[in-house]
């Protein structure tokens, strides 16, 4: 029901917005691989566009309408918002999603050398299938942080002519034992150990012990100007190497990484760039930790969110406790996540006449959580219908999807936390196939509609 294929629906200049949306997607698939690098990268831009710091515009007096705001913390998560013309009180609007991804962190003593060659022992972060991440080029992303303060961005194993790092496979020919196994452990955590070198240092004498380990330690020094301690306080993440892609024969789907959720993520920020002047203010919302229960300083369980708006209320000049609580409560919310989208090859999994089809619009999910809605928001059918009639209104192609069969899993998002404040909010995505794999699938025609979904919301929505 209301789902039809929403490449049937353009014309030629939607077709060519789309085509352009897409390309914009891939730069920014390719630029933002860690939470830290999307943050970089929708920084840098807003506020080439004339987004300002709350410092800037408490230096300027204050905002108004119209005015467009960025803020930060710990180089992790982000808001933007553009001020509207309703006291902030009366409540606002705003899309949210996370910008981290499945991966494997570097752990903190990580470098060793064994049988030859040095490893960089690693901590998956997130729901993997482990056997996925074996034998597929990877490449490391994060910061290493020193002693003095400085902060040493590291990026290697994207640029085409740098080479990239692996976990090995065991051959075929001796894994009799291994293919037994249940695939959740057919490899082990503790054996996604990435390949980081083979080569002794120069020089050194033959029975010279950890002479490869001191050669990686000692293009470290070249390359970033750390030592073996500094990792320590560092921050890497291996992720599977090489640029986001156009898929198929006809170029009409995105293969990637990191599509959970940076594609609603992308859509959001794609969204909020075209509003001024609005009634409400407009937020959006890049959260960090989601894959691990949005936990933390930067997750959505932290008082960023509401810090974030009492920060704006106060520069607005209506600020109190009270009115917090109201704005929060009478805010409307998208929880922009993907959801899993209608695989034949695996189609004992879905219920099909609720499942998300590739390339039939946004998905709206009711609710998530697992078998009996556990850990589920579970919107209001008031609400639901409230979002239908915007998006009908604004010629969004959407469909009404759930996470898979009821006993079959499921999975949570941010929504149940906004919803604490009140607010209502219902969970609103792009279906993906191979969600949470090394490489995911997403149709550009439903990036497309979600920019537009996420427009109409900002543009019409009212309590």
């Known amino acids: 029901m209301h789902k039809k294929e929403a490449w049937k629906t353009y014309d030629a200049a939607a077709l060519e917005e789309l085509e352009a949306l897409s390309v914009r997607y891939r730069d920014f698939l390719d630029q933002g691989k860690t939470e830290r690098e999307v943050v970089r990268y929708i920084t840098a831009r807003a ?5 300002k710091t709350l410092e800037e515009a408490r230096a300027a007096g204050g905002v108004k309408p119209g005015d467009r705001i960025i ?22 609007n705003m899309v949210g999603a996370h910008i981290d991804s499945p991966r494997l962190d570097v752990k903190q003593n990580p470098l060793y050398e064994d049988g030859g060659m040095a490893y960089l022992d ?7 299938k482990k056997y996925q991440w074996i034998a597929t080029p990877l490449a490391l992303h994060g910061v290493i942080a020193k002693k003095d303060g400085t902060v040493v961005p ?5 640029d085409p002519s740098e080479p990239v790092l692996v976990i090995s496979d065991l051959l075929i020919h001796l894994s009799g034992k291994q293919m037994e196994k249940k ?24 029975d010279e012990k950890d002479a490869v380990k001191k050669n990686i330690l000692k293009l470290l020094k070249d390359r970033y100007d750390v030592e073996e301690e500094d990792l320590l306080s560092a921050e890497l993440e291996v992720v599977p190497a090489g640029h986001a892609r156009e898929l198929g024969l006809d170029a009409s ?13 992308f859509a959001q920020w794609e969204a909020v760039l075209q509003i001024e002047n609005p009634k409400r203010t407009c937020l959006a919302l890049f959260t960090d930790k989601e894959e691990i229960g949005s936990v933390g300083a930067t997750g959505s369980e932290s008082r960023f969110f509401e810090n974030t708006v009492a920060e704006l209320m106060d520069l607005a000049g209506g600020y109190s406790e ?6 929060l409560e009478n805010t409307c919310v998208l929880s922009a996540d993907v959801t899993a989208g209608f695989d034949p090859i695996y189609a004992g999994a879905f219920e099909k006449n609720n499942a998300a089809f590739i390339g039939s619009g946004i998905g709206i999910n009711k609710y998530t959580g697992s078998r009996g809605k556990s850990g589920s928001n579970d919107a209001n059918a008031e609400y639901l219908a409230r979002v239908r009639k915007c998006f009908d209104e604004a010629g969004v192609d959407f469909q009404l999807a759930e996470l898979g069969k009821v006993d079959q899993g499921g999975g949570g998002t941010i929504a149940y936390i906004v919803a604490n404040y ?18 995911e699938v997403s149709s550009k025609a439903d990036v497309y509609e979600a920019m537009k979904a996420y427009r109409a919301f900002y543009r019409t929505m009212d309590r």
């Open 47 to 51: 506020q080439a566009l004339g987004f």
């Open 71 to 92: 803020r930060s913390r710990m180089g992790k998560i982000l808001m933007l918002a553009v001020i509207g013309t309703d006291p902030m009180e009366k409540g606002m």
């Open 122 to 128: 690693t901590h998956y972060y997130g729901g993997i």
């Open 154 to 158: 590291v990026c290697f194993g994207e």
């Open 183 to 206: 695939g959740s452990v057919v490899i082990e955590g503790e054996d996604l150990n990435v390949i980081v070198g083979g080569k002794p240092l120069e020089g050194a004498k033959d």
């Open 253 to 265: 789907m995105i293969l990637a990484y990191g599509q959970d959720d940076r594609v609603c993520a």
């Open 322 to 327: 009270l009115a917090l609580r109201r704005a």
């Open 422 to 439: 009140g607010a209502e909010v219902v969970d609103c995505g792009v279906a993906l196939l191979s969600m949470h794999a090394p490489y």
